[in-house]
């Protein structure tokens, strides 16, 4: 496995597998990774000849007041996890190689940024993908693989993919989680052990929920005021957004049906944690 900062090289090695005539798959991250990011990378692997992983805390998905300088960061423990995931080649680029000093373009996916994250995130998404346009333009994948854990970025990513013709195919992967039910992810390393007890509230929301759904109930009303008394039963979350929408175009519906979304932010202290599930309400109905 390669480890390269430079444009130049992913450029030149991509080259070469496409001369071979050998198909790539991409997964972004920011590095620090987990299972979550592992079961990526794997998938990836098993679709694909050669594997580019792109770890890169991207500094302009932040917000003013976010935790940007804080974000953790262990490219030993990254690049340990990738060779064994069965990666080819690591993009570790510095900030400057990314956006020159008078960066100035972005992509933006407009409705679809609107809602849930987009409320409390209002230039993160923009960030999201600008960066992976960027990516994608610099790895030129056949294929992208996204966790659905980020459901309301892996929407905005297909949107962008669709709108603006980019010949890449988008692969959302199910949520890893821990064996408590906590979603797996970087921040998670923010808590002390109290703040990760309560953490718990979220995925128990979560289960919740999907269940209330899959024993029949519809309306968003009855789902969210059920998950919402669950999270505050804990005394160190605070809720940012307990939400239901359409999985692909993220408008708020009142009533689960086709592709429902059904996404929450909780604050655990200073920490902001997400999570989701999606039901696929045609395939429910049918069974
Ligand atoms: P991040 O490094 O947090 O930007 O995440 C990089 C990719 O890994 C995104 O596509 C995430 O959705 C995905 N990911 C993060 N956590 C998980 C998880 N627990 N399960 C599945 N995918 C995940």
């Given amino acids: 496995m390669e480890i390269t900062g430079s444009i130049q090289n992913v450029r030149e090695t991509v080259k070469k597998w496409r001369q071979q005539g050998l198909s790539v798959g991409f997964v972004p991250t920011m590095g620090y990774l ?14 694909n000849d050669k594997v580019v992983v792109s770890d890169f805390v991207n500094p302009i998905q932040f917000g003013a007041n976010e935790d940007l300088s804080t974000y953790p960061r262990d490219i030993e423990l990254d690049k340990k996890l990738c ?37 409390t995130r209002p230039t993160h998404f923009r960030g999201v993908c600008t960066v992976v346009c960027k990516l994608f333009h610099i790895v030129m994948p056949d294929r992208a693989y996204f966790g659905q854990k980020d459901a309301q970025q ?19 992967c199910p949520i890893v989680r821990e064996a408590d039910g906590l979603a797996k992810s970087s921040r998670n390393t923010y808590l002390n052990e109290e703040e990760r007890k309560a ?5 128990k929301a979560i289960f919740y929920g999907e269940e209330m759904i899959r024993n029949g ?3 968003a009303k009855v789902v ?3 998950m919402r008394s669950i999270i505050e039963e804990e005394p160190l979350a605070k809720i940012d957004y307990v939400e239901m929408t359409d999985a692909d175009s993220i408008e708020p519906i009142e009533t689960a049906q086709g592709r429902t979304l059904t996404a929450i932010a909780v604050y655990i202290g200073k920490t902001r944690l997400i999570d989701n599930f999606i039901v696929d309400l045609r395939e429910v109905d049918q069974s």
């Fill in 154 to 172: 892996l929407a905005v990513i297909r949107r962008m993919v669709r709108d603006l013709n980019m010949d890449i195919e988008i692969v959302g």
């Fill in 224 to 226: 969210l005021a059920a």
């Fill in 34 to 47: 987990h299972e979550g990011h592992k079961s990526l990378i794997v998938k990836a692997v098993s679709d």
């Fill in 217 to 219: 109930e519809r309306k």
């Fill in 83 to 119: 060779e064994a995931a069965g990666a080819d080649l690591i993009f570790h680029p510095q900030p400057d190689e990314m956006y020159a000093s008078d960066f100035s373009t972005y992509v933006e996916a407009q409705n679809v940024s609107r809602e849930l994250c987009g409320r």
């Fill in 199 to 203: 953490a718990l509230a979220l995925s």
